[in-house]
């Protein structure tokens, strides 16, 4: 599975990975209230969008039993959850990551994830296209910019904070 089909998954999604994780091979019923799932107060619409996209990724597989659509985890989903979350390791040098980009209005879908991206991963917005960090640059942050073809928009600054007297 390609990073890009990784990354586009929705956080819902992950939920009902881990949902189906939990209870394995068993199959399990979700219960509608009006306009909504029980689970998570996730929209019903939501939820087929996110069953639907981890479908088509690979990642769960759709069985019809007795009428009913059961759901299983594939082994590629699996190994997906499997998956290790980003190491981050604090600078010890005093020294913080500071990222700068500018990146074109034609490009707003790709600055929002990077943006997206960075908060999730330890970055704080320090102005609108400005972020620091107290942990070391990883190689992910790097292979977003590339495949999201923005690499030649962003600076990446080593910086020590000093008080101004």
Do not use: W
């Not at 990975?17 to 509608?32: A, K, N, T, W």
Request: hydrophobic content about 35%; aromatic content about 10%; some cysteine.
């Amino acid at each position: 599975m390609r990073k890009e089909t990784k990354r586009k998954l929705t956080e819902a999604g992950k939920v009902l990975l881990e949902i189906g994780s939990d209870l394995g091979e068993l199959s399990y019923r979700i219960v509608f209230e009006p306009y909504r799932l029980s689970i998570h107060n996730m929209h019903v619409p939501t939820y087929y969008r996110n069953i639907h996209s981890l479908e088509k990724n690979g990642l769960i597989k759709k069985r019809k039993v007795s009428g009913r659509s059961n759901y299983r985890i594939t082994e590629a989903g699996k190994k997906m959850l499997r998956a290790r979350p980003i190491q981050k390791k604090r600078r010890v040098d005093g020294y913080s990551t500071l990222i700068i980009f500018d990146i074109p209005e034609e490009k707003s879908k790709a600055r929002t994830s990077f943006r997206r991206y960075l908060i999730k991963n330890g970055y704080a917005q320090f102005q609108k296209s400005t972020f620091i960090s107290p942990y070391e640059l990883t190689e992910d942050i790097l292979d977003l910019a590339r495949e999201l073809r923005i690499i030649s928009c962003i600076n990446i600054f080593y910086a020590k904070l000093r008080p101004v007297n």
